[in-house]
């Protein structure tokens, strides 16, 4: 399994980008994937992440509103929109993946995963 994570860039406060995570040898029909971020001098913490049986998801109360996951099948890729970013938005975002088919309550733990993508990097400054 290996995981591509690309559009990190620096974005201004209130602007947007859109996260994808190019994904090989795994497929999006079942199991879990998830975005994380790892922002300096922080823990990486679950950002969004979804259950692809049913897409049920779960997010950070930090991002609620602003931020969503999709997927793409035919391209086997998972997307983050990111929206009315803030400067302490600004981390490396990695996706991640596993073919288990997690309960909710687990979706962002990051313990929950096996398949780690590199990061990209978002910065939000003006």
């Known amino acids: 399994v290996q995981l591509q994570a690309y559009g990190g860039g620096l974005v201004q406060p209130g602007g947007s980008l859109r996260l994808s995570c190019v994904v090989t040898?795994?497929?999006?029909?079942?199991?879990?994937i998830a975005w994380f971020r790892q922002a300096p001098g922080k823990d990486r913490e679950g950002v969004f992440a979804?259950?692809?049986?049913?897409?049920?998801?779960r997010y950070a109360e930090s991002v609620k509103g602003r931020f969503t996951i999709s997927r793409d099948r035919a391209k086997n890729t998972v997307y983050l929109q990111m929206n009315s970013l803030k400067p302490e938005d600004t981390a490396v975002y990695y996706c991640a993946a596993t073919t288990k088919s997690w309960i909710t309550g687990v979706l962002l733990r990051s313990s929950s995963y096996d398949n780690w993508g590199q990061g990209t990097k978002v910065t939000v400054s003006s």
């Open positions: 040898g795994f497929s999006l029909a079942g199991g879990s």
């Open positions: 979804m259950r692809l049986s049913d897409g049920g998801t």
